[in-house]
């Protein structure tokens, strides 16, 4: 490794405790945590699925999980991004990341994913049946504003060089994001969401997305340590 990346500066560290324990305690004045996933599907990697969820869930740093499915690629700041938004003050910081870390390269781009799925009941079949239709684009409009709003909160100085394109659809938030990183580079999204329980618990899209994507996925952490 140091032949390769000579200008780092590599420390070895050997930890008598469990794997997620030892790496939270050495994380909590770091910038970014890196862990690899053999991915679900191997009988052994029930261990690395539950570290990997863990950290993501706890660690005071982003938390950046590299499937073993992972395409190999030049050492290089991620040139295209996915990050999946839903308004939260979380997923706020995980757009800010990536266009933070898009800007790092020439020609980097971020992909805003909006996705949501209406409760049955408010379906809008659902509501004509009951007599009432509502616009057909009334979601996408909230969409719009939601994310439009949030880009100009994040978007600065520093970012102007990135391309910055939305995705927005009424499927499953895990499966649209997936779907729409399935050839990038990274993909980030925030711990925790709107719907999520307050805790130490990793949110239910946050999970699913680290379970079944096959690019490296950088996961936020809900309240960020302030930095000097």
Request: charged letters at 20%.
């Amino acid at each position: 490794m140091h032949a390769q990346y000579p200008e780092l500066r590599v420390e070895e560290v050997l930890a008598l405790e469990d794997p997620a324990t030892a790496l939270l305690r050495r994380s909590s004045s770091k910038d970014l945590l890196v862990v690899g996933s053999r991915g679900l599907g191997a009988a052994r990697s029930a261990l690395d699925a539950s570290v990997s969820v863990r950290l993501a869930a706890r660690a005071d740093c982003p938390v950046a999980v590299v499937p073993g499915t992972a395409e190999a690629k030049p050492s290089a700041p991620p040139r295209r991004i996915v990050v999946g938004v839903d308004g939260s003050e979380n997923s706020r910081q995980a757009l800010a990341f990536a266009l933070r870390e898009a800007a790092r390269t020439e020609g980097g781009s971020v992909v805003v994913v909006h996705s949501w799925q209406v409760p049955l009941p408010f379906h809008s079949e659902a509501l004509a049946q009951g007599g009432w239709s509502p616009p057909d684009d009334l979601l996408d409009l909230r969409s719009q504003e939601m994310v439009a709003d949030m880009l100009a909160q994040v978007t600065d100085g520093g970012t102007e060089g990135v391309g910055v394109s939305v995705v927005r659809s009424g499927k499953d938030p895990a499966e649209a994001i997936v779907e729409a990183g399935a050839d990038a580079d990274l993909i980030v999204v925030g711990s925790r969401g709107r719907g999520s329980v307050r805790g130490l618990l990793l949110g239910s899209v946050s999970q699913s997305v680290l379970h079944t994507a096959t690019v490296p996925v950088a996961v936020l952490p809900k309240r960020p340590r302030s930095r000097n």
